[in-house]
């Protein structure tokens, strides 16, 4: 069984927690990891872009010249892809990129990447995370205290605290996040994860009693 300090505000030890990360999922399938992070990355992307066909394009469509005896190579018209100010060959069009997982394989997807994180030692647990109102000055202390600063961060708290978001929003490098809101991408990405005792413990309750490794 593997043991987390369990740190305060301060960076003072004052509790262990003891998981493994097969507590989360039984095996790292690192396919349906990337599927998962291509899915969502994918469902990110606008697809609004648009160029012009030939077809298209402003010109005339008449002949440049005749088709021999000028020593030059046959050529069409100025609309030609080859030519300068011609349209696009495989002109782009709009389109939808989006697609989706089963609901289960995206769920094990996301306790695959945090059982991932906990196994390399990228999770730091923190007693309890609340501000009475929103304290810019005081999360960042908060986050140099642990010793945190420096690399991409993930706050992660049990249930959505909004004095908390708003007091880590404007940080650089780092995002904030309820545990209904953690995913394959946004659990991989930062160096590390900064979690309350409760968030983890909510990951814990969602585990299915028999969690099938991915297929």
Do not use: C, W
Not at 13 to 30: H, S
Not at 119 to 135: C, E, N, Q, T
Not at 140 to 168: E, M, R
């Amino acid at each position: 069984m593997a043991t987390i300090n369990i740190l305060d505000r301060t960076g003072k030890q004052v509790g262990t927690y003891d998981i493994e990360p097969t507590d989360l999922a039984p095996r790292i399938n690192k396919q349906l990891l990337h599927d998962a992070v291509v899915m969502y990355q994918a469902n990110q992307r606008q697809g609004t872009f648009r160029t012009k066909s030939r077809a298209e394009v402003a010109g005339t469509t008449k002949k440049m010249y005749r088709q021999k005896g000028t020593g030059n190579a046959r050529a069409g018209s100025r609309r030609s892809p080859v030519r300068r100010g011609g349209g696009h060959t495989f002109a782009k069009r709009p389109r939808d990129f989006s697609f989706r997982l089963p609901r289960k394989a995206l769920q094990l997807a996301t306790r695959m990447a945090l059982a991932s994180q906990l196994k390399d030692g990228g999770v730091v647990l923190i007693d309890d995370l609340k501000f009475d109102a929103p304290k810019t000055r005081e999360m960042a202390t908060l986050i140099k205290a642990l010793g945190l600063t420096g690399n991409s961060l993930l706050v992660t708290t049990a249930d959505l605290n909004v004095n908390v978001y708003k007091s880590a929003r404007n940080i650089d490098r780092v995002e904030i996040s309820p545990v209904s809101g953690l995913n394959a991408l946004n659990v991989l990405m930062p160096k590390r994860i900064l979690m309350t005792k409760a968030a983890i413990e909510a990951v814990r309750a969602n585990v299915p009693k028999k969690a099938d490794a991915a297929s």
